[in-house]
C-alpha cells in the first residue's frame, strides 16, 4: 500500500525569535501513507507545515519532496510539485462563487497554462469528488460548517497534489460531519493521494492514521504504529496531561 519516500524532513528546525518551535525534526512520509501528527497546542504542527509548504523558511535542516529539496522554492512552486494543504481556519474568496473559488486558483495558480473551459471543468470535478457540485453556484458565506471544509479540500486537490496536509479539518464538527469528512480523507487516500492529517479529534485520528507521530514542545517524542504510541507513557503524559 505505502511506497517509496515522498516526504522526507531533516533536522528542521525553526526559530521565532528566541523561542524553539521545532527543534530538528526528523520526519519521513511514504507515497499512499495516512499519516497523524498529533501533540498538544503550541506543539508545532502548524510551524511545520509552514515550513514544509514554504510560508516561511526553517531555520535549519530541509524538506526533500519527491527526491528534490524544497528549499527557496515559494509555496506556488512548491504546489506545482505536488504539495497542498488546508487551513485551520478555512480562508475562501467570499465574492466568488462555490465553483470560482475552486477555478481561480486553476487559472491564476502554477498550472496557469489551463484553458478557463478546463478548469472550470476540473473544478467541478473536485466539487463533485467533495460533493459539493449542488452548491457549485452558492457563495461560501452560504455553507455550513462542514461544506466550507469541502471547499477547503476542492481548493487543495485542484491541482491533483501528491501529498495532502490536513489541518485540523474536523475541528468544530459533528459526530456525523466527522464521519463524513473522514470518508471523503480516505476515498482520496485510495485514489493515491498521501495524507498527513493534523488532528485534534483523537477519534478521527485513530481511525485514519496507519501511523502516529507526536510532537511535544516542537521536539518530535514519538512516531509509530498509533495504538502503540497512544500507550506510551510520555505521551499519554505529555499530550493528555496526565
Ligand atoms: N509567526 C509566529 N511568530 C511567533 N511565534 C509563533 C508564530 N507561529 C507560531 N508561533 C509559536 O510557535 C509555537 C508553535 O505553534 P504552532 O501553531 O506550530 O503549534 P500547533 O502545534 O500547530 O498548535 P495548535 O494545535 O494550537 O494549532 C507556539 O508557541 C506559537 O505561539
Redesign the pocket.
Known amino acids: 500500500m505505502s511506497g517509496e519516500i515522498l516526504l522526507r524532513a531533516e533536522g528542521v528546525g525553526?526559530r521565532?525569535?528566541g523561542?524553539v518551535?521545532?527543534n530538528g525534526i526528523d520526519l519521513e512520509v511514504r507515497a499512499g501513507e495516512r499519516l497523524g501528527l498529533i501533540?498538544?497546542?503550541?506543539?508545532?504542527?502548524?510551524?511545520?507545515?509552514?515550513c514544509l509548504g514554504g510560508s516561511?523558511p526553517a531555520h535549519e535542516g530541509r524538506f526533500i519532496f519527491d527526491g528534490k529539496p524544497m528549499a527557496g522554492l515559494a509555496p506556488h512552486r512548491r504546489g506545482h510539485l505536488g504539495l497542498a494543504r488546508t487551513f485551520?481556519l478555512p480562508r475562501p474568496f467570499n465574492s466568488l462563487s462555490v465553483l470560482e473559488n475552486v477555478t481561480v486558483p486553476l487559472l491564476f495558480g502554477p498550472a496557469r497554462e489551463t484553458s478557463p473551459a478546463e478548469a472550470r471543468a476540473r473544478a467541478m470535478a473536485c466539487l463533485e469528488q467533495v460533493e459539493l457540485a449542488g452548491r457549485a453556484a452558492q457563495h461560501p458565506r452560504e455553507l455550513t460548517q462542514v461544506d466550507l471544509r469541502r471547499l477547503e479540500i476542492a481548493r487543495a486537490i485542484a491541482l491533483r497534489p501528491r501529498l495532502l496536509v490536513a489541518?485540523?479539518a474536523m475541528a468544530g464538527l459533528s459526530h456525523t460531519e466527522v464521519a463524513q469528512m473522514l470518508e471523503l480523507l480516505f476515498r482520496l487516500n485510495a485514489a493515491g493521494t498521501t495524507i498527513i492529517m493534523?488532528e485534534?479529534v483523537m477519534r478521527a485520528v485513530r481511525e485514519f492514521s496507519q501511523r502516529l507521530v507526536v510532537?511535544v514542545a516542537?521536539n518530535k517524542i514519538a512516531d509509530g504504529d498509533p495504538n502503540e504510541v497512544l500507550a506510551m507513557q510520555d505521551v499519554e503524559e505529555a499530550y493528555l496531561g496526565r
Open positions: 525553526k521565532f525569535g523561542f518551535a521545532l501533540g498538544p497546542n503550541g506543539s508545532g504542527k502548524s510551524t511545520f507545515v509552514n516561511f485551520q489541518d485540523e493534523i485534534h510532537f516542537g
